[in-house]
């Protein structure tokens, strides 16, 4: 786990694929934080991300350091549905991203998700002519 955070924490931004009629979708993203193990992320529920993942689950996020070294998260994305959880949850993204409190405004805005990736797998792959790493989580 220390390994992913230490290359996820450099390489934030990447990109978030989903899957719409059986195609791939792939879009800029940026990973939140890693909480109990719980690798999260946020979107509105306005947006076709959303929606693709409710019809279907499974995703992957993939994000590369300044020195190459990727990291691919596949698994399920669950929405966190408890309220008070999710308020928690939304507050450490507002602290952390001014950008996304400057869209959603408020921590309670009806339209912002927040969600995780769980029963998935971490590749961390690098060019050192090692084989990719897996690490299930």
Request: proline letters at 0%.
């Given at each position: 786990m220390k390994e992913i955070l230490k290359h996820l924490k450099e390489g934030i931004s990447g990109a978030f694929a989903t899957v719409?009629?059986?195609k791939p979708d792939v879009r800029p993203w940026q990973f939140?934080?890693?909480e109990d193990g719980k690798f999260y992320f946020c979107t509105a529920n306005t947006k076709d991300v959303y929606k693709q993942m409710k019809e279907n689950s499974f995703v992957s996020f993939t994000?590369?350091?300044n020195d190459y070294v990727t990291v691919r998260l596949?698994?399920?994305a669950i929405f966190v549905e408890d309220s008070d959880l999710k308020l928690n949850l939304a507050t450490k993204i507002f602290e952390k991203q001014p950008?996304?409190?400057n869209i959603y405004k408020s921590v309670d805005n009806p339209i912002f998700e927040v969600f995780y990736i769980e029963h998935g797998e971490a590749v961390i792959a690098d060019f050192s002519g090692q084989p990719p790493r897996k690490i299930n989580f």
């Open positions: 719409e009629n059986r939140q934080f890693e994000a590369t350091t596949s698994g399920e950008g996304i409190k």
